[in-house]
């Protein structure tokens, strides 16, 4: 980096050409702009930009489903957003074609509340699953007045979440009904998960296909 005090260039600051001035403790510098690399991206940063894309776009329906505040609380006290928290949960499981790799590996909610044992579907029908798990005497991460919740979703490259309609059940009924939401979408994946009361802690969501 040059310095000077040309009388033509004093009180000047900013680009100049391909030259930057600027002024330090009264004194003037210059120094050449930096070029912008022309270095071709190689396949795999390619592919991971996409894959990083995809993750994006399902973040969004993640959010829109109403499932942020669960990776809010996740993050509280931690370095790093909600949002980065679920990109670096769920990176992993896109392909650079925008793909869902797998749906059972998909985490919709982080892990800081225990499902109770024996959670399962029993029968799914004209749009319904009867749901079923086992009601426990004294929950070690869970309370008796956690609600059930629900979401479904379509195919591999969609990433649409459903709400599903899950009344009133709350941990200590040991059975529910849900109901799918009624749209064009065909639905072949259901995730089931239960949250507190107040809406601050989520348990992991459990993924069943259909």
Not at 22 to 29: D, L, P, R, W
Not at 138 to 145: A, K, Q, S, V
Not at 159 to 169: F, K, P, V
Request: charged share 25%; glycine share 10%.
């Amino acid at each position: 980096m040059a310095k000077g005090e040309s009388v033509l260039l004093y009180g000047m600051r900013g680009k100049l050409g391909n030259l930057v001035l600027c002024y330090s403790q009264g004194k003037m510098y210059v120094r050449r702009r930096p070029r912008k690399s022309t270095k071709p991206q190689s396949l795999p940063q390619i592919v991971q930009r996409r894959r990083f894309a995809a993750c994006v776009l399902f973040f969004r329906s993640v959010k829109a489903a109403g499932l942020e505040p669960a990776w809010e609380a996740a993050a509280r006290g931690k370095r790093g957003s909600a949002f980065n928290l679920f990109i670096k949960a769920n990176l992993h499981n896109f392909n650079a074609d925008g793909q869902i790799l797998d749906f059972g590996q998909l985490l919709l909610t982080p892990d800081r509340r225990t499902n109770p044992p024996c959670l399962d579907v029993v029968r799914v029908k004209s749009g319904n699953a009867n749901v079923v798990w086992r009601v426990e005497e004294e929950p070690r991460r869970g309370l008796d007045t956690d609600r059930l919740r629900a979401v479904v979703m379509g195919g591999e490259d969609s990433y649409l979440i459903g709400i599903a309609d899950t009344g009133d059940a709350r941990r200590v009924d040991g059975s529910a009904k849900v109901r799918f939401p009624e749209s064009g979408q065909k639905w072949q994946h259901l995730f089931l998960y239960f949250e507190s009361e107040d809406g601050g802690v989520f348990s992991v969501a459990k993924h069943f296909i259909f």
